[in-house]
């Protein structure tokens, strides 16, 4: 029986002077894991908007953003009779030059960090998400 998993990869993101700040966390249980996007799995039934929501709120806190974008068409992986399908958004955490307030890193993760998208494209390991991270510079400028 084939199954196929659905699940989004969200780049959270502010404005800052100097310019983009991307947000990159490490998830539990293992602290070596690389840093990266909120990830989490689209429940069954459930919009792809709303799985952000819920998943953005739950690892770092922060309720509505202030723009929720698509970064790209989602990404799509066959293995056997498994399917996996990955939703790359982008979530504006503050209005250009606001000081932001309430992040309050959940359960699961174990590190989070602001970097600039220089530092942010060399800590990211996956070639999937350097190239949402690129789509995301490219449309900011």
């Known amino acids: ?12 993101f502010q404005i800052m002077e100097q310019g983009p700040r991307f947000l990159l966390l490490r998830q539990k249980p293992r602290a070596e ?43 799509k992986e066959l293995f056997g009779d498994m399917g996996l399908v990955e939703w790359p958004f982008a979530w504006q ?18 590190d989070l960090q602001w970097l600039n998208f220089d530092e942010a494209y060399r800590r990211i390991e996956t070639e999937t998400d350097r190239d949402a991270l690129v789509r995301l510079q490219l449309s900011l400028q």
Request: proline share 10%.
């Open 1 to 12: 029986m084939f199954s196929l998993e659905h699940r989004v990869r969200v780049f959270v």
């Open 93 to 110: 955490a503050a209005i250009a030059g606001e000081q932001l307030s309430g992040i309050r890193p959940g359960p699961m993760v174990v």
């Open 33 to 75: 894991w690389p840093l990266g996007p909120v990830i989490g799995t689209v429940e069954p039934g459930e919009k792809t908007e709303d799985a952000v929501l819920r998943e953005v709120r739950a690892e770092t806190g922060l309720r509505r953003p202030v723009h929720l974008m698509e970064i790209s068409a989602p990404q």
